[in-house]
């Protein structure tokens, strides 16, 4: 087959899955639902200085911390840590796991992936150990949980998301977080 013959087979081809997306209703340019937010809890977590596996990763461990929302209260637990990789560009990626402890005794783990992207002046304030806060850097996660608990088992089928609402190197780290309707 010639090149123009491509051409014209791939041009209408494009034409024809337009037209069908059209058809039934499928068009680009705006969302055609809409996402809520309400809010679930805070994590408070207390960290410890970082460990260096390389230049790309480094590890904290939390051991401790806490947790509190109108529908849930509790601690921290060990093993509870996060895995951070620093890309060259300087994006702090995170990779979190946890677990939590209700008041009442059930346990729940938490594992979220997220971003910390920091202006050059919030980052340099961060690593002299000042304590930063959510308008100072981007830094949301989307944490999902787990529990063979009844009653928090309504955490098993959503996702959340968090913000940062302070952070201190070495120290802690706080968030909110929100499930997603």
């Known amino acids: ?56 990763m480094v590890v ?48 729940i783990f938490i594992s979220y992936n997220g971003i910390r992207q920091c202006p050059k002046e919030s980052n340099e304030r961060f690593l002299k150990g000042e304590l930063i806060k959510s308008e100072d850097c981007y830094f949301l996660m989307a944490p999902t949980f787990e529990t063979k608990s009844e009653k928090y088992g309504w955490l098993n089928g959503l996702q959340a998301v968090g913000k940062m609402t302070e952070h201190k190197r070495a120290d802690h780290v706080a968030y909110d977080i929100f499930a997603l309707k």
């Open 1 to 56: 087959m010639s090149w123009w013959m491509r051409v014209r087979l791939t041009s209408n081809l494009s034409v024809t899955a337009v037209s069908l997306l059209a058809a039934f209703g499928v068009q680009a340019g705006g969302p055609t639902t809409s996402v809520q937010a309400e809010y679930l809890m805070t994590v408070y977590a207390n960290l410890e200085a970082g460990q260096v596996v390389d230049v790309g």
């Open 60 to 107: 904290f461990n939390a051991p401790t911390g806490w947790v509190e929302g109108p529908r849930i209260k509790g601690k921290l637990v060990p093993p509870s840590g996060d895995w951070g990789h620093i890309l060259p560009s300087g994006v702090f990626r995170l990779d979190v796991r946890g677990s939590i402890q209700t008041d009442d005794g059930e346990i």
